[in-house]
């Protein structure tokens, strides 16, 4: 009796704190939201897209424009990504493709072929190039950097115009506006890399001309496989690219959103896993390109180009998504793991009528508000904190927690660890 009166008020104190916890997330949010906020309009998008399909219907070939627009990837092929993107950072102390393991074991599977892998240890740019003849396929894929964190915070974050420059320093590749992270794009064109890059997958595209070519990553990784993909469309290489990617964080301004979107040989899905921190950043003027896929416990859903369209029937993104990772950061942390991306994906295979998804998310009187509405629709009401996956034993006694580089430390050493590769 008295063991158990122990665990109850053991649990009575750790739900305390994570009221606390909530409680504080809630007003930061509220504070932050207080803040006036610019609306970002959306005719420029739609405009383009509609740009789009009138030069589609004029070379009659609509139909492939809205397929190409809504046609899901298969659960197969985004579980294949996730696992590349996984598989690539076991690489990471090495610049080899060749590498072993300390049992003279290759670190590649053998299904797949490397045909490239280079590590830049001063950037932490980590990105391999390979192929599957058995899934029929070319990939490239990048590892995401060890300082994200930094790298999404910093106030002096800086846009700039997209790849390599003409003598205007305007881009070559995405001219106008557009506008993207200097240093994601540094670490895809600097010290000739992009060229690098483009030579090999041109060679494999003529080599396997019938092979899918995709670009995956997780984290920052996701960013770059954005911009590479952009790149290798507007150099001409001769196929559709999509892009699959894992807790991708936003990538440039709304000019750069309206350009991608009108490109017809691009496709953009990305993944978001739960409460994951690392899609919320950085913040406005930054903004998010394709469709989101947003992981949650319950079910997966779908949101056509992030902010939905109205005109087609499209439901955006809920309300304070952006928000919601920093009322329960341990959480938000432990969210981007690429382990736990996979995990959920596996989970897809056995329930794929709740944990994958085929269709986006339609507008209907419970989403009709997007991320921008004033009104208290249902999808304005906060989730709870994902508590229990980070704590899943009640009588656990969490008193305080300290962060410590990659792990989260309660004080009567309970430990959990959070990757934030």
Not at 311 to 332: D, E, Q, R, T
Request: charged residues 20%.
């Amino acid at each position: 009796m008295k063991m158990f009166q122990e665990r109850i008020e053991s649990k009575r104190r750790r739900n305390r704190l994570v009221g606390l916890i909530a409680l504080f997330g809630t007003a930061f949010c509220l504070c932050f939201l207080s803040f006036p906020q610019t609306t970002i309009p959306t005719d420029e998008s739609t405009s383009s897209l509609y740009s789009s399909l009138r030069s589609y219907i004029r070379h009659g070939d609509a139909h492939s424009l809205v397929k190409r627009l809504t046609e899901f990837p298969s659960l197969d092929v985004s579980t294949e990504m996730a696992r590349v993107s996984g598989m690539i950072y076991r690489f990471k102390h090495y610049n080899d493709c060749n590498a072993t393991d300390m049992h003279g074991n290759p670190l590649l599977p053998p299904d797949l072929d490397c045909h490239f892998y280079h590590h830049d240890v001063s950037q932490g740019t980590q990105v391999m190039i390979l192929s599957s003849v058995s899934k029929k396929y070319i990939g490239v894929v990048y590892a995401g950097t060890d300082d994200f964190r930094t790298t999404l915070t910093d106030t002096d974050i800086l846009l700039k115009p997209f790849g390599p420059l003409d003598d205007n320093a305007e881009s070559i590749l995405i001219p106008g506006d557009a506008r993207v992270h200097a240093g994601f794009d540094n670490e895809v064109f600097q010290h000739n890399l992009f060229d690098i890059l483009l030579n090999i997958t041109t060679s494999l595209v003529q080599q396997y001309p019938k092979h899918r070519l995709f670009c995956t990553g997780h984290s920052l990784g996701g960013a770059n496989a954005i911009l590479t993909a952009v790149a290798l469309t507007q150099s001409k290489i001769p196929k559709t690219i999509t892009v699959i990617n894992f807790g991708c964080p936003a990538v440039g301004n709304e000019a750069w959103r309206t350009a991608i979107h009108a490109l017809s040989n691009v496709n953009i899905w990305r993944f978001v896993h739960g409460w994951d921190m690392v899609p919320r950043l950085p913040e406005y003027p930054f903004t998010h390109v394709g469709h989101t896929l947003q992981m949650n416990e319950d079910a997966m859903r779908a949101y056509y180009l992030h902010r939905g369209n109205a005109s087609l029937g499209y439901a955006s993104v809920p309300y304070g998504w952006s928000a919601k990772p920093f009322i329960f950061i341990p959480g938000a942390l432990w969210s981007h793991s690429m382990r736990h991306y996979l995990e959920y994906l596996n989970m897809s295979a056995i329930d794929p009528s709740h944990y994958y998804v085929s269709e986006f998310e339609a507008v209907n009187s419970t989403n009709a508000s997007n991320d921008d509405d004033d009104g208290m629709a249902d999808d304005d009401k906060w989730i709870n904190p994902p508590d229990d996956e980070i704590y899943p034993q009640e009588e656990e006694e969490i008193v305080t927690l300290t962060f410590d580089e990659n792990v989260v430390v309660a004080q009567d050493e309970v430990v959990v660890v959070v990757d934030v590769q």
